[in-house]
């Protein structure tokens, strides 16, 4: 079967950190560009960083609200993308999805991170 599973979120107080992970499975994730999104009640789903193919380097890229705080990463071995979540604040709080760009997009089903005091 064809997914991505998310996991580790939570609560976490202002200044905190989180790790997210991203577990694939049915298909190769290293293949294709990864994604973590966000989004909070009312708004549409946020971009928050991509990490490129393995065969396209594995660069990475991030929203201007989270550059020098979060970091996308995969292991290719685990199949699995990791966004490290560090000096969170309560901004940062909404559900967060992971997404591969495949040909038709695979959506995981998301993970809640509330960052409160």
């Known amino acids: 079967q064809v997914q991505l599973v998310e996991s580790g979120g939570g609560l976490v107080q202002p200044g905190g950190s989180l790790r997210l992970s991203c577990a694939a499975s049915?298909?190769?994730?290293?293949?294709?560009?990864m994604n973590w999104y966000r989004q909070t009640p009312g708004k549409e789903r946020e971009l928050v960083a991509r990490?490129?193919?393995?065969?396209?380097?594995?660069?990475?890229n991030y929203a201007d609200s989270v550059k020098g705080r979060f970091t996308i990463s995969r292991d290719n071995r685990k199949n699995t993308v990791y966004l490290q979540m560090n000096s969170l604040k309560p901004e940062d709080t909404a559900v967060y999805y992971c997404?591969?760009?495949?040909?038709?997009?695979?959506w995981g089903q998301g993970t809640q991170v509330t960052v409160s005091s």
């Open positions: 049915g298909f190769t994730s290293s293949i294709y560009a």
């Open positions: 997404r591969a760009d495949r040909l038709i997009p695979i």
């Open positions: 990490i490129s193919s393995a065969g396209a380097g594995g660069s990475t």
